[in-house]
């Protein structure tokens, strides 16, 4: 067999094993927690507010139809992993267990990308 | 030994030296608006240098493909493609472990199922089929054009994974990101340095000690844990001006100017979300260990890529 020919039929197979590797992790948005029967998931959504509750932070979350979720996490994990400073961007990515009764999240991960630290002030 | 020879045992040196001094003692974020210790970026000293030098190796096994489909390849451009598609695979398992180890602290998670970080694992796992395209077909002719296919439709998994984070939303940051900011002084003449190797190790095998070299960057980068093995560092979660406040409650009534300095930078703390460890009745910095465990791994997998190349 011609060479370009295998050399096509490998692209194929790679581009599309490539594809698919690029959305293994994408995140569901909180709207499409409507129909999800409960359990672990990877949620995003649109921060509508977060604040203090005794040991615990709660975020309230939106999705793109305005489903709205609660979440939560303990304090000490946010301080621990995000320091005492912390602050929430526009947009959170975060994986737990959810209650579609209570439409409650129970936070175990805090997902956050790394973009701005390359441009933070260094200690030499 | 030749004069190309000599230069990559250079290199070599330079290599492991530049690697342990800045993971133990180059400039890293003071304060970081992400999650982990600051100091676990001092993993873009080694972490990104081989990675860059993956997408280098890779597009020479594509360029040396194609010319070899079209032209022919003469017996030694046909070592360099074997070596550029062997480094791909090494590199590419290099660049995928070491940054889960990274991500565990940065990240918040390791397998953050990030699209960066899958398709670098989708490329390691496929380019570490080459080796049974080049030894399992037994003619050697039809083995040189089905590495050539392979290695030509290989390339599309390269340029997904370097522009992932530019196609889809990515928890790792776009290409060029880490270049802008002052991290990227050294880290640049890291990745030159790196590059600089691969391309030598094209022209000249290394002796047969060169390896040693590696080795012996292992060794002192596992020496280098031991504040994680002696003294069992701990989190900071806060701070005042006279105190500081760690993960398990205690309070050390040491000024946390005393352990990083500046303690304050525009108002926000520096030492939270750092490790500290009590040694010797004083409170001392430990710098995270991914950076460590990591220049290990990696003078590890260049110590691998160098007794390769003596086999080619």
């Known amino acids: ?124 | 030994m030749s004069l190309l020879g000599v230069l990559l045992v250079f290199l070599v040196v330079v290599d492991v030296a530049t690697a342990v001094y800045l993971v133990n003692w180059g400039p890293f974020p003071l304060v970081v608006k992400e999650l982990g210790a600051p100091t676990a970026y001092l993993n873009v000293y080694v972490h990104v240098p081989p990675a860059v030098a993956l997408y280098v190796m890779a597009a020479l096994s594509f360029a040396l493909a194609v010319w070899g489909a079209w032209r022919g390849l003469s017996e030694r451009a046909l070592r360099w493609m074997d070596f550029s598609a062997y480094s791909v695979a090494a590199l590419g398992w290099y660049a995928f472990v070491s940054g889960t180890i990274w991500a565990a602290e940065s990240w918040g998670t390791p397998f953050a199922l990030d699209p960066r970080q899958m398709s670098i694992l989708v490329l390691a796992l496929i380019y570490s089929l080459y080796p049974a395209i080049r030894r399992g077909v037994e003619d050697p002719e039809r083995s040189v054009k089905l590495a050539q296919s392979f290695l030509i439709a290989g390339f599309a998994l390269a340029i997904i994974s370097l522009f992932a984070p530019v196609l889809v939303q990515a928890l790792h940051p776009r290409p060029g990101t880490t270049l802008g900011g002052p991290l990227g002084q050294y880290m640049g003449m890291r990745i030159l340095l790196v590059i600089a190797i691969f391309l030598a190790l094209l022209f000249a095998k290394p002796a047969r000690w060169t390896s040693a070299v590696y080795l012996a960057g292992v060794v002192v980068a596992v020496a280098l844990l031991y504040p994680w093995l002696l003294y069992q560092p701990q989190r900071v979660v806060n701070v005042t001006d006279t105190a500081i406040v760690l993960e398990s409650g205690q309070v050390l009534n040491v000024p946390p100017e005393q352990v990083l300095s500046p303690a304050f930078f525009n108002g926000t703390p520096t030492l939270p979300k750092n490790f500290v460890a009590v040694a010797g009745g004083g409170v001392e910095l430990v710098r995270h260990f991914s950076a460590y465990v990591n220049a290990a791994i990696y003078f590890a997998i260049m110590a691998f890529i160098l007794r390769l190349r003596e086999r080619l």
Not at chain 1, 30 to 52: A, C, H, I, M, T
Not at chain 1, 60 to 77: M, N
Request: some cysteine.
């Open chain 1, 1 to 124: 067999m011609n060479r370009w020919v295998v050399a096509g039929a490998l692209v194929a197979v790679f581009l599309a094993a490539g594809i698919a590797s690029l959305f293994v992790g994408t995140p569901k948005d909180v709207s499409d927690l409507k129909n999800f029967p409960g359990g672990k998931v990877r949620v995003s959504g649109q921060l509508v507010e977060y604040g203090r509750e005794g040991d615990y932070i709660h975020l309230i979350l939106r999705g793109r139809d305005g489903f709205i979720i609660r979440a939560v996490v303990p304090y000490d994990t946010v301080v621990r992993l995000a320091g005492p400073s912390f602050q929430f961007g526009n947009e959170v990515v975060v994986e737990g267990f959810y209650n579609p009764a209570t439409k409650t999240l129970n936070i175990t991960t805090i997902l956050k990308g790394c973009h701005s630290a390359y441009y933070a002030p260094v200690k030499s």
